[in-house]
């Protein structure tokens, strides 16, 4: 069982929440505070969006020395529970505890005792999801559950496109196109991806890349097998040099992208 880690107001460390104000990283909003939230910043909008949106917001620049050393404190409570531990940003990070879960009694009760102890050293919450492989674990993210095999149809059926954490252009554009949930995007038919093909084909190539490089990292990486070998997996020393970087596509397109070009060649065609 894979589980993926996220781990609100890690980088707002003794920031009210009511101040309002962001942690920006590469001109996106990277974690804003509870009174930003309210009006409306949300992860990973543009920082000028966000000032829009929340006129006298402060934003904060990201800067990685400012939190090496909290870090290495969080992830190394986890590191306690299992070895096979993948970090993808400062604040989010793949499980794999299946050999782990059952010194335990079972995973549900290995993540209670992990919340339990982060909280107490590091006074952190944690939210988590869980599935049979990263994209699951990553879908289930926040609903603190794991998702079974026997559970995926009826989950995408229900979970709505804002889960993938696409831009809100992006979003507007599938509704308009009756594309609600993930289940909608997971099975459109082979002929729509002949049509995106033939847009990508005859859409400039710069385009192209300025799109897949913007967006690529929306998405976490996905494998038949989780986690094939134990070289998949990055497990602590902590001392070691840092390789950081948030979920990318690393071999093949994933479906959502192939749709988030067509949507936005559609958008490039229907504005000429």
């Known amino acids: ?6 781990l609100p107001n890690f980088f707002l460390n003794d920031i009210s929440a009511t101040k309002l104000a962001a942690i920006v990283r590469d001109r996106s909003v990277l974690e804003p505070t509870a009174g930003a939230v309210r009006l409306g910043v949300q992860v990973g909008i543009s920082a000028t969006l966000a000032r829009r949106r929340c006129p006298g917001l402060e934003l904060i620049e990201f800067r990685a020395k400012d939190h090496i050393g909290r870090f290495e404190q969080v992830w190394s409570v986890f590191a306690k529970y299992t070895p096979m531990l993948e970090t993808v940003d400062f604040h989010q990070a ?44 990553w879908i289930a993210r926040g609903y603190n559950q794991f998702i079974t095999p026997q559970m995926e149809s009826l989950v995408l059926s229900k979970l709505p496109i804002e889960v993938m954490t696409l831009p809100e252009r992006l979003n507007e554009r599938m ?98």
Not at 1 to 6: G, L, R
Not at 248 to 262: D, G, T, V
Request: proline share 6%; with cysteine.
């Open 1 to 6: 069982m894979i589980v993926f880690i996220s």
């Open 94 to 137: 793949y499980l794999d505890i299946r050999k782990d879960a059952t010194r335990y009694g079972g995973a549900d009760e290995l993540l209670y005792d992990l919340r339990r102890n982060l909280k107490r050293d590091t006074g952190l919450a944690l939210e988590w999801g869980g599935g049979v492989d990263k994209w699951m674990a």
């Open 175 to 272: 509704h308009h196109f009756d594309l609600h949930t993930v289940a909608n995007v997971m099975s459109l038919p082979a002929g729509f991806w002949n049509l995106i093909s033939a847009l990508i084909v005859t859409s400039l190539c710069a385009g192209f890349l300025a799109i897949k490089t913007r967006y690529a990292r929306t998405f976490p990486p996905k494998s038949e097998t989780c986690f094939p070998t134990s070289q998949s997996m990055t497990s602590m020393p902590l001392n070691a040099p840092l390789h950081l970087s948030p979920p990318i596509l690393q071999n093949n397109l994933r479906p959502m992208l192939c749709l988030l070009l067509a949507c936005e060649f559609v958008s490039l065609a229907n504005e000429a």
